[in-house]
């Protein structure tokens, strides 16, 4: 049971962050605070994301020149580095390993969606703490309690203050 | 077709990539344009060729030719394409039909609700909404699906927020929305970080093929299927994950309202029809069986409890928000109904829907214009103060209860024929109990605004004041819209089959 978490640790990680995240997001009554757990959940995502796109084994995705050969042998390898390259997109479970080459690669794919998703997050944290901003503005707080018993108020009384 | 003919072959070949690129440009100019008046025009001219775009490629579409576009000349499953298909043509006519009517009725709403000097940038916003969202129907790259998603989802945030000049509540509303919506995007990114481990591509065809040939794929699969059911949900207002809607309608500028309202939900149940049943397959067992018991549950569910809460609402703008919740509902039923017939009369109901709603709202925006009234209980004598507006308002109302020879009779019809063929009476039972409920919540307004007499401020009656025309040709264009669906829906039911076809071939 402990040995398969600690063998799995990165996924561990994953999940406490997800969850943590998550719980913060919805048990906490101050915005800003909501917002750090939102950007929490999301990091989780990214976490996840780079760790899929690790094969055992793998290299970093940078084509390497073969010490061994020149010319010709060169250009060969360069090519089948290639093909290697879109085996690793084609097919995460099987590596690189695919065609049979030397080098085994890492999948550079997740990396590259994550660092979309990393600037889409900072996208809607940017927007988010510049509404909270407005918020603090028009009702003197960033607690949600109070934020709902002014408009409550407001309700009843049918005029703004 | 001979309509066709008259389009330069560039615009057919290259619309679908234009149509995302075009107010993504746009859009960057027009928020650093100094006038408003510049701004304005210039979104209609783009709003304009978008409608034209769109509408060659529907006509393209139903001479049955469908297009594959690849970007940067790329093959898919490597590179990104765009589709152009049965299924997604005629959303992307309706979101591009929509910004173009929302826009001519912007000119003197935004003057009414937003500040002057916000407002080029509140149509640059507006403008990269309408690229999100036509860009999330038209990808065929589920990656590309997500970042389209949070462009759309982010600058609707910021039009919802815009509505703080009129009603402070706008900015929790927007809060709200973006906590929740980041949330579901979240949910959504998990899901197809799974489906990428499951399959090792992200081209929506491509995933679709390798999950049928391997009948479902493994507990990954599933867990993804979970994670992108929610996060989609999440955005299309499925009932217990609808909470950031409400607010989100009742206090966003009108103009806003009117488009989140006819576009943003039905472009996320469009996605959730084109994951659930050509990325996934209802084949699947995990698939149909949420599909049947969650999808239709949920959407039995928003239909009864959402219609409830539309009753009892003292903000008109409020109740239309939970009956739109309901109608998504009605939509849901069509999808867990899961033969052709439902689905084609679910996505009818998505099309008939948008124009009724946004024909709705634009009412509601107009009675806010004149008189600053969005309670139902103000809507007293609104049947002599605006004649033309409370007329449209009517005809809306009637055709969202689904009174015959309006659209919403006859989705509504379709989508009681196929809960009948495949035998669910209850189901019909439930769509007629929740179209009598919807006669409640619409008559009370139309009973407030014909049967109370005008209030009576120092003794004087208040004077009728009509909407603009800038108001009236929009929302009657709409409206009438609605009437001829209603009166012959031939082509709209045949776009409507061609969807639920391309659907039930799994996409191909």
Known sequence: MFSTIFQNYHWSIVIILMMVGLYVVFSSRNLIKKLVGLSVFQTSVFLLYITIGKVAGGQPPILVEDHGSGGGGGEEHHASAVTNLMAGGESVAAGGAHHGAEILYSNPLPHVLILTAIV??????????ALVVRIREVYGSIEEDVINNIDY????????D | MDILSAYPGWLIEHGAALLVILPLLMGAITAIMPSER????????????????????????MGGESQLYRLGGWDPPHGISFVIDGLNTPVLFLISAMALLTTLYALPSVAAEVEPKKRPPFYAAFMVGVAGLIGMVVTGDAFNVFVFLEVSSISTYVLVAMGASRDRRALTAAYNYLILGSIGATFFVIGLGFLYMETGTLNMADIGRILADLDGGSRVAMVAFGFITIGLGLKLAMFPLHMWLPGAYAHAPSFVTVFLASTATKAALYLMLRFTF???????????????????????????????????????????????????GYMLLGI?????????????????????KGALFLCLGAFWYRYGITRIDDFAG???????????FTLAGLSLIGVPATAGFVSKLNLVKAALDKEWYWAATIIVVTSVLAIIYIGRMLLTAYFQSPPEIDGEVVAKNEAPLMMLIPMWFLVLLSVAIGINADLISDAARDAAAVLMSGGS
């Open chain 2, 382 to 392: 609104l049947g002599k103060m605006m004649p033309w507006t409370m007329g449209a």
């Open chain 2, 278 to 328: 050509t990325v996934f397959d209802p084949s699947f067992d995990y698939v149909i069986t949420v599909v049947t018991y969650v999808l239709t549950g949920l959407g039995i569910a928003a239909m009864l409890f959402a219609s409830l809460q539309a009753i009892f609402q003292t903000d008109a703008r409020r109740a239309l928000a939970f009956s739109s919740i309901a109608q998504v």
């Open chain 2, 38 to 61: 510049l701004s304005w025009v210039t979104t209609m001219i783009v709003t304009l060729v978008l409608t034209v775009t769109s509408f060659g490629l529907l006509l393209t579409i």
């Open chain 2, 336 to 356: 867990g109904i899961a033969t052709a017939a439902g689905l084609s009369a679910g996505y009818l109901h998505l099309l008939n829907h948008a124009v009724i």
């Open chain 1, 153 to 160: 108020r407001y309700n009843l009384e049918g005029t703004a």
């Open chain 1, 120 to 129: 889409v997050g900072v996208a809607t944290l940017a927007i988010g703490l």
